[in-house]
């Protein structure tokens, strides 16, 4: 069964810093891999689309890439802000189109 | 982008009751949509793959009878919880399925998700 994992489970930093959140999954079969914000209480917000074809997406201070042969892809968030506080997730589709998620990197930047 | 919309955003329910809710493509057609749910702390899973005009596909360990799907229209899916019980407390939300692209591969499909509808079963 596809997993996906996403290290660290949660993350608190003073405002300014650089990020780095990890995702990993099994099955290198891959359609996409998408990144997303989601605040306490509320729905999905998508940050980032990699199509399988593709290596990194970005998006202001936001970049993501994407390595299948290692079966990896990183969200790269850049001077960090506390509006950044949120729980990011990842998503990964094979062959199905239907994504499965990791469990999320709960970030808290603190001012 | 394409724009989901799930109907309500909250409800509470007394136990036994049952419970629906909507999950609209505003711009689009989507033939098929998705159901998850999602507990504290947890991520979201896979409930049931929707599809129009024919029946649900529902994931391992979930019951269909208790969670009854109907997606009657190519923007419309609902999803009634019936008699509900606590442990149905939960974040369910619903993605929509929409081409975004037409390759000489295939098309290229994104999803689109709703905003959520928070359950409390008391």
């Known amino acids: 069964k596809q997993e996906v994992t996403q290290i660290p489970a949660a993350l608190s930093v003073p405002e300014g810093e650089n990020l780095v959140l990890n995702c990993s999954f099994t099955?290198?079969?891959?359609?996409?891999l998408q990144w997303f914000r989601q605040d306490p209480g509320k729905g999905l917000t998508s940050l980032l689309l990699i199509q399988s074809s593709q290596r990194e997406q970005t998006s202001g201070r936001l970049n993501a890439s994407l390595d299948k042969s290692s079966g990896r892809s990183t969200l790269y968030i850049a001077a960090s802000q506390p509006g950044d506080s949120a729980t990011y997730l990842c998503?990964?589709?094979?062959?199905?189109?239907?994504?499965?998620f990791g469990r999320g990197t709960s970030l808290i930047v603190h001012p | 982008g394409a724009v989901v919309s799930q109907h309500p955003s909250r409800v509470i329910c007394k136990s036994g009751t049952s419970v629906k809710i909507e999950c609209r493509s505003l711009d689009f057609q989507a033939t098929t949509m998705f159901w998850y749910r999602q507990f504290p702390k947890q991520s979201l899973m896979l409930m049931a793959t929707?599809?129009?005009?024919?029946?649900?596909?529902?994931e391992q360990g979930v019951e269909k009878d208790k969670f009854l799907i109907n997606h009657a229209s190519l923007t419309l899916s609902t999803l009634t919880v019936t008699s509900a019980h606590p442990e149905d407390s939960s974040f369910y939300i619903c993605s929509a399925r929409d081409v975004v692209a037409y390759q000489t591969s295939g098309s290229r499909y994104e999803q689109f998700f709703g905003p959520g509808t928070r359950l409390t079963v008391l």
């Open positions: 929707s599809n129009e005009g024919s029946k649900a596909t529902y």
């Open positions: 998503a990964k589709s094979g062959g199905s189109y239907i994504p499965t």
């Open positions: 099955d290198s079969a891959i359609y996409n």
